[in-house]
């Protein structure tokens, strides 16, 4: 891959461009170079010709030439993101913009045409097309527009928009403009170091360079300034005016003293001398010099022209070029009318009578420059500079000559490094390439390449800028344009820079037939030559990626395709990058492997004796045919090559075993387990869902890539194990293992196999017992080939420790012995157990693996059979030990070993039957987290996990019974349920809720102390209310929480899970609903509710109806707290290695709560729970309470605040008892329609869990809480029933009361209002009968109490007879209303 020019884009309509830019362009098709239509006309006469030396051939292609090079006196400019290009020439500019066509190319279209012109011979002398960022979300990293900046010869700068308008306008100095340029910003992470002071991250910045100043703008102010501008220029042609009132720019000039003529410039950046510098410059001054400690900081500019050729000038920031406008203002201003007339006739004196333009007058006004001082130079008379393009990291600038040279200067030191001789009229500029991306690498490199391009000659090279050699040279023709922006986009910075879209060019190629090109060059290009081979093989590796993918495609590898390109490689490296890219392959198969390393091999070998040979015969010795000696590269390549083949057969070998054909054989299993288990354990249903959800059934988890990715073969001959995690574990034990269990490979042929792998025994272990657990249902028939293998492992484990070598456990560490599974005839297995180590034993790591798994067949196969391993060892233990006399014992001293160890293997078998029946009480544990008892359930839980006997062991004592807790609230199983399976259990009962719990009872049974009743309630309780906590809308799980709360028998454990639940969920929420109520003194809006609280405003009635219901419970807990609980533990289950309390054992660690502090709570929320429940308003709930009551709210219930004496102060029990009647009278109105409360049977149909028949309890009770006069409260209850004409149900309430005749009387006199009423709305015949009927003692007692106050004033005249009768019956204190009652109720049978 080399250097290659890309199209961008072509110019459309190129004559009529040409023509509006030179009219005098003749009218002839670009691409005719000459007219020979004439050629056999009569020549005539050369004498004739006024030139004879001419011919008409030479003129024509004289004027071709001309043409061709139109570009050359044209000023062009193309944006980084070529997508705008701008030309001018004299006073006319163009402006050409990027269109698509339908075919996907692009075209260059005249986007505007015109003059520029505002002054007799101004002509425009610098063109800088510049993008500015958008800072619009919707447009993030895509220019805004594109600002035309153009300099004139008459010092103007004017800026226009890509249609031609005008932005902005101004006179930065008086005289020509020579070059603009700008520096946008860079991201200081291409250039991370910092040499020579100079700041490598660019600030932005445009410069103009006049003819003996240079002015500096800022790129931010310019960026605010023009997008300012833009729109102010937007506004106005909207609205059509013409004056335009353009702000003038901030500015520094600094004057370039010594310089002769200035004809290009570039700005250096910001730079700080570092302390080496400043002392090398104070020793040249003087050894009275001194140093600054903190060094000025200067803008460093250099030029180019002629005297000096080169010169570098430092402009010291801070000094004051603004205080000589501001002198220059005052100074103006002081001018007197007088003076003003003095100057203006002198001038007339000595003047032409002329009137001044406008260009005159604006130089007057001209700041002059702050003079910089030039810090070094280069000086020769007779070279003269055209040009100078600084690089993009800011070191090194290109410059061009009169003679014909291009100089590469260091810009800080200003010394000249390269020169490149024979480019007239040259034409430079820079490429910045990055290297391309890799996973591997944290930082990517970059390289400078210097373009020139030589237009006597017609050709553009591309050179390594520092010392490089030139890589790229292309015949492009006479008369292009280099273009090199040198910026990007203006308003950039760390964060937009991210978001650039597009791409931003670097360099153009301007072609005269109209054509815009792009320059690419690759990275690899910028390597020197001695790495040349390294470039050669990285093309060759590009070519071994590509066939390698299509490869691929096909799922086929052809090792003849892949080695084409690898024989051509040169480098030792680059051979073992290959052979890595190829077994990297999923799909790369055994054979082609085995070709591949064979040929890098011969390939490897071949060369090296080559270079041998070459190298023998320079020197001129015979080595005659000894063995040619080797480099360290080819040496390692050839041992990786070794290894790897060694792995390769290993793995062909392994998935040959496991092609065989093996025979379904009976497994007698009465060897490992006494056969009345058998049936018991093999047979348990242990179909638990695994949490691994890992398959190793496909091929491509056993492939050859992935077999070979797990060992470390970097090492020479030594293969060692990469640290794997527990799924490459189980794929390496499934190669290693499964032609043993399923096809009935010998072990030891295995182990011949793995020799050279130098595994340990316990390593190899782990790989089996990975392997054996991830099996979903493995077979019984592997039980009797897995004992093997585990016996055969735990023998050469033993022999280690014998021999007393240490095993190391890691699988990157080499074995400390070459042979470890070999067996030792002459082993003593008594000596082995008498060398038992600090480490974990062979057994219980075992059981530590198996307990960290939820595949429990699998670990029910393992335990079977390392118990089975554990008896036998015990029984060969006797017999080779067998009982003898004590004088036998002092002879020998191997019995005593051996009781050591028979003692040390019953304990194993004991462990062993321990570990089983864990096994199959978490197996219980799990059956019934995965039961589902209410399939309809709307648990918005997640599915519970597998819990494993590690889990259990390690866990807090009470883990069992919060996952039945759990078990319940994703099932939503009602407390009722519940409360009743565990009686029927307790009672040892068949139910129908047997089948339904599911294995319930059988856990019940394993976890006896665990899961008692109470237990269970509690855990359960807390599981549904931390629930809620997480969704506070479903209240309904609050529910929950308290029937199961309320289950609980246990007035200790009940009264510590209220205390718990109450300061860790609900005393949070409760004050803050309770603070938000007493703040707005009604319902709050839900706004506030959800802010404040969590909820919405018909939520937070619900949820605080459910807490007095809380608090109820709570207030019963109270009064049964006894004697804490003794809390037991599962005698199974007994480890020290548990941690954390349970909740059982928390929540009997609560001291008792103060009952009255309880109640004042519950007094308060009650309250509040009427305000929410009835929307009441005007209520301040804390006047209420007194100081001290309201300072006791919200305290721990546990403490003992002083809370006043109830009943004392009469004005509070008075507004309390108001607050307590609206209470009752919002209660009645929730009543339904009298209707369907009481039939003509007169049977009450009111739900007695209904608002308006729970508050009537409540606030009686509240009354008696607040000391209050009940009879009274309940006599206004009988009141606004019977005006509401709910007369049974106030004949209900009647028997509660103390003094009942003050209800008989208050019903009297509604009675009397009811009757009242009647004969109001009576005709006059019927007011006529029943004035004469009554007495008029009774008719004037009716007048009386006729008031209009009732409520329900259509209540039958049967039901006002009905409630006389119980008046009549019931009244006997006063004899006067007795007589009325009897007398009305004679008038009201009349009537009925």
């Known amino acids: 891959m080399s250097c290659q020019l890309h199209l961008i884009s072509k110019i459309c309509n190129l004559l009529q461009l040409k023509q509006f830019l030179n009219p005098n362009t003749a009218q002839t098709n670009t691409t005719d170079t000459a007219d020979f239509s004439d050629w056999n006309e009569d020549w005539g006469d050369p004498q004739d010709e006024t030139s004879p030396s001419q011919s008409p051939f030479d003129t024509q292609l004289e004027e071709a030439n001309k043409e061709d090079d139109w570009l050359s006196d044209c000023e062009v400019s193309v944006s980084s993101l070529g997508e705008i290009i701008t030309i001018g020439r004299k006073d006319k500019l163009a402006v050409l913009q990027i269109n698509y066509e339908g075919s996907g190319s692009t075209i260059l279209t005249i986007l505007w045409k015109g003059v520029v012109a505002e002054y007799a011979r101004e002509a425009v002398t610098s063109v800088l097309c510049l993008p500015l960022i958008s800072h619009k979300r919707s447009a993030e990293g895509a220019p805004e527009w594109t600002c035309i900046i153009v300099g004139f010869n008459t010092g103007y700068v004017r800026i226009y928009d890509e249609t031609g308008t005008k932005v902005l306008d101004q006179m930065l ?37 006049y003819e003996t100043v240079v002015v500096s703008l800022d790129g931010f102010g310019l960026f605010q300034t023009l997008r300012a501008c833009k729109n102010r220029a937007a506004m106005a042609a909207a609205t059509g005016s013409s004056d335009l009132e353009l702000p003038p720019l901030s500015y520094k000039k600094w004057g370039l003293k010594g310089q002769g003529q200035a004809m290009d410039h570039i700005s250096v950046g910001q730079y700080s001398p570092n302390p080496f510098d400043q002392m090398q410059t104070a020793s040249v001054a003087g050894f009275k010099e001194r140093i600054s400690s903190t060094p000025p900081t200067c803008s460093v500019f250099a030029c180019t022209g002629d005297n000096p050729y080169i010169g570098v000038y430092h402009a010291m920031d801070g000094e004051s070029y603004e205080l000589l ?25 000595f003047r032409k009578s002329e009137p001044q333009s406008e260009a005159e007058k604006t130089q007057s006004k001209i700041t002059p420059a702050t003079p910089s001082f030039r810090r070094h130079g280069i000086f020769d008379e007779r070279r003269f500079g055209q040009s100078i393009s600084i690089s993009p990291s800011g070191t090194d600038a290109a410059v061009t000559d009169s003679l014909g040279r291009v100089l590469l200067v260091d810009t800080r030191k200003g010394i000249i490094r390269r020169m490149w001789k024979g480019y007239r009229q040259a034409q430079v500029g820079w490429m910045m390439v990055k290297e391309r991306s890799s ?61 650039v879209k597009g791409k931003l060019f670097q360099c153009f190629l301007l072609k005269p037939d109209g054509e815009l090109l792009d320059i690419n060059i690759p990275f690899h290009l910028a390597l020197s030559d001695a790495n040349s081979k390294r470039a050669h093989d990285q093309q060759l590796m590009v070519l071994l990626k590509s066939a390698l993918r299509a490869e691929d495609d096909n799922t086929q590898l052809s090792a003849t395709d892949i080695w084409e390109p690898i024989s051509k490689m040169k480098l030792t490296l680059s051979h073992r990058n290959a052979l890595s890219k190829i077994l990297s392959l999923k799909q790369i198969t055994s054979d082609v492997a085995l070709t591949i390393i064979q040929n890098i091999v011969k390939l490897v070998k071949t060369t090296n004796q080559k270079k041998a040979l070459a190298a023998a015969a320079s020197k001129g010795a015979d080595d005659g045919d000894g063995d040619l000696p080797i480099d360290v590269e080819c040496r390692m390549l050839l041992e990786l ?120 025994p316990r390593y190899m272990l782990d790989l089996i017992l990975r392997y054996y657990f991830s099996l979903q249902n493995p077979s019984t028939s592997y039980l009797p080939v897995l004992e093997s293998i585990i016996y055969s492992l735990y023998t050469a484990h033993q022999e280690m420790e014998a021999s007393g070598a240490p095993e190391e456990v890691s699988s990157t560490q080499e074995p400390a012995t070459p042979d470890l599974l070999t067996p030792n005839p002459d082993f003593d297995h008594s000596s082995a157990f008498m060398t038992q180590s600090h480490e974990v034993s062979w057994w219980t790591h075992i059981r530590d693996q198996c307990e960290s798994v939820t595949c429990f067949k699998s670990y029910l196969h393992i335990a079977l059979v390392c118990r089975s391993i554990c008896i036998k060892e015990t029984n060969n233990l006797t017999n080779e030990f067998p009982d003898s006399s004590d004088d036998n014992k002092k002879e020998a001293g191997t019995c005593e070993s051996g009781d050591e160890l028979w003692e040390h293997l019953s304990v194993e078998v004991i462990l062993w ?112 209310v931390s629930h809620w906590n997480k969704d506070t809308s479903s209240i309904y799980l609050l529910k929950f929480a308290l029937d199961y709360l309320a289950c609980i028998a246990n007035g200790c454990l009940r009264h510590g899970i209220c205390l718990m639940i109450w300061n860790t969920y609900l005393l949070k929420k409760v004050s803050a609903l309770v603070s938000l109520v007493e703040k707005v003194g009604k319902t709050p809006k839900d706004r506030l509710c959800v802010k404040e609280v969590g909820m919405d405003t018909a939520t937070t009635a619900e949820f605080m109806t459910v807490v007095c219901d809380y608090m109820e419970i709570f207030l019963q807990a109270n009064c049964d707290f006894s004697e804490p609980l003794i ?31 309880l109640k004042h709570h519950s007094n308060l929320l009650s309250l509040v729970t009427a305000i929410l429940t009835f929307n009441m308003k005007s209520v301040k709930i804390m006047t209420l309470f007194d100081h001290n009551g309201q300072a006791a709210f919200f305290q721990q219930l546990t403490s003992h605040p002083y809370m006043g004496i109830e009943g004392k102060d009469d004005l509070m029990s008075v507004h309390r008892t108001e607050f307590l009647c609206r209470i009752l009278l919002n209660s009645v109105e929730r009543l339904p329609d009298r209707a369907t409360v009481q039939t003509a049977s007169r049977q009450i149909r009111v739900d007695p869990t209904s608002d308006a028949m729970r508050w009537p309890e409540i606030v009686m ?66 007011l006529t009968e029943i004035t004469s009927a009554a007495s008029p003692a009774l008719i004037n007692w009716l007048n009386e109490r006729y008031t209009g106050g009732i409520a329900a004033r259509d209540v039958p005249m049967t039901d006002t007879n009905s409630l006389l009768l119980h008046i009549v019956q019931g009244l006997h204190s006063t004899p006067k209303e007795l007589r009325f009652a009897q007398e009305l109720y004679s008038l009201t049978a009349d009537r009925c």
Not at 983 to 1012: C, H, Q, W
């Open 325 to 349: 406008n501001n002198v220059t203002e005052v100074a103006t201003k002081l001018l007197s009318v007088g003076a003003k007339k003095l100057m203006s006739w002198g001038a007339s004196y």
């Open 641 to 760: 090559c070794d290894s790897l083949k060694l792995l390769i057969e290993m793995h062909t070998t392994l998935r040959q075993w496991c092609q065989v054909e093996s025979d379904t054989k009976v497994v007698d299993l009465s060897s490992l387990l006494p056969v009345d288990e058998v049936s018991s354990l093999l047979q348990t249903d242990f179909s638990v869902k695994s949490s691994r959800k890992v398959g190793f059934s496909a091929d491509s988890q056993l492939n050859l890539c992935n077999f070979l990715v797990m060992f470390d073969t970097e090492h020479g001959h030594k293969i060692k194990l990469r640290l794997l995690n527990a799924d490459e574990m189980a794929v390496l034990g499934q190669i290693l293992f499964e032609p043993c269990l399923k096809y009935e490979i010998e072990f030891e042929k295995l182990r011949e196999l793995v020799e050279s792998l130098q595994l340990q």
């Open 913 to 1024: 039957n321990l570990s089983i029946k864990h096994l199959e009480d978490v197996s219980k544990l799990n059956k019934l987290l995965k039961h589902k008892v209410n399939i309809n359930c709307n648990s918005k839980s997640k599915e519970l996990p597998n819990v494993t006997v590690k889990d259990i062991k390690t866990g807090n004592k009470g883990l069992v019974g919060e996952l039945v807790g759990r078990w319940c609230l994703s099932n939503q199983l009602p407390a009722a349920d519940l409360l009743k399976y565990d009686t029927d259990l307790d009672n040892n009962s068949d139910t129908a809720e047997k089948d339904v719990m599911g294995p319930y009872g059988e856990l019940r049974k394993a976890f006896p102390i665990s899961l008692t009743p109470d237990t269970v309630y509690a855990n359960a309780s807390w599981e549904f």
């Open 1127 to 1157: 809390y037991k533990e599962e005698p199974r289950w007994a480890s020290e290695d548990t941690t954390g309390h349970s909740l059982v054992q928390m929540a009997c660690q609560w001291k008792e709560t103060n009952y009255r502090l």
């Open 173 to 209: 100095h008086n005289e020509s403009v020579m070059s603009v340029k700008c520096k946008t910003y860079i991201p200081p992470r291409y250039f991370t170091y910092s040499d020579h002071g100079i700041r490598r991250e660019k600030t932005e910045e445009l410069t103009v360079l």
């Open 1261 to 1326: 009770k509240l009354a008696e809480s607040f000391l209050l006069d009940t009879d009274h409260l309940r006599k206004h209850h009988v009141s606004l029933l019977v005006s509401h004409g709910y007369d049974l149900l106030a004949l209900e309430v009647v028997p509660f009361m103390k003094n009942s005749q003050l209800a008989y009387v208050s019903m009297l006199e509604l009675c009397a209002q009811r009757f009242s009423h009647f004969m109001l709305e009576s005709n006059q015949e019927t």
């Open 439 to 499: 996973s591997r690498q944290q930082y990517r490199r970059h390289a400078f390449f210097l373009v020139i391009y030589a237009p006597k000659r017609g050709l553009l090279e591309i050179w390594l800028a520092a010392n490089g050699p030139r890589v790229g040279a292309f015949n492009v023709g006479k008369g292009c344009r280099l273009i090199y922006p040198g910026c990007s986009m203006l308003g950039l910075n760390s964060s937009s820079y991210k978001l």
